[in-house]
């Protein structure tokens, strides 16, 4: 993402693939989608397989548990 994000969507996912790749494409139908900045959380070490050619997303990788997962993906975001 070249500017500042309008928004930032912080995910956390644990064993999800499936579930992930429906929620990218609901978004990537949303207006201003290309404005947003969406966090994935992966809680185990990368076993969601999240795929990156629905719409541009940062993975990072935390250890589970949804709270710590949002502050981890919260501390990467950029938006406003």
């Known amino acids: 993402m070249s500017s500042t994000p309008l928004l ?8 999800e693939p499936f579930e992930i790749v429906r929620l990218l494409c609901v ?3 949303c207006p201003n989608i290309d404005r947003t900045e969406i966090v ?3 809680g185990d070490n990368g076993s969601s ?3 990156t050619s629905i719409l541009p997303v940062e ?5 589970p548990g949804r ?13 406003p």
Do not use: H, M, T
């Not at 930032?8 to 064993?15: A, D, G, L, M, N």
């Open 49 to 51: 397989r999240i795929p």
């Open 27 to 29: 978004l990537s139908q």
């Open 67 to 79: 709270g710590r997962q949002l502050n981890e993906g919260a501390s990467r975001s950029c938006a």
């Open 8 to 15: 930032s969507i912080v995910i956390p996912v644990y064993r």
């Open 40 to 42: 994935i959380v992966d």
């Open 59 to 63: 993975i990072v990788s935390s250890r």
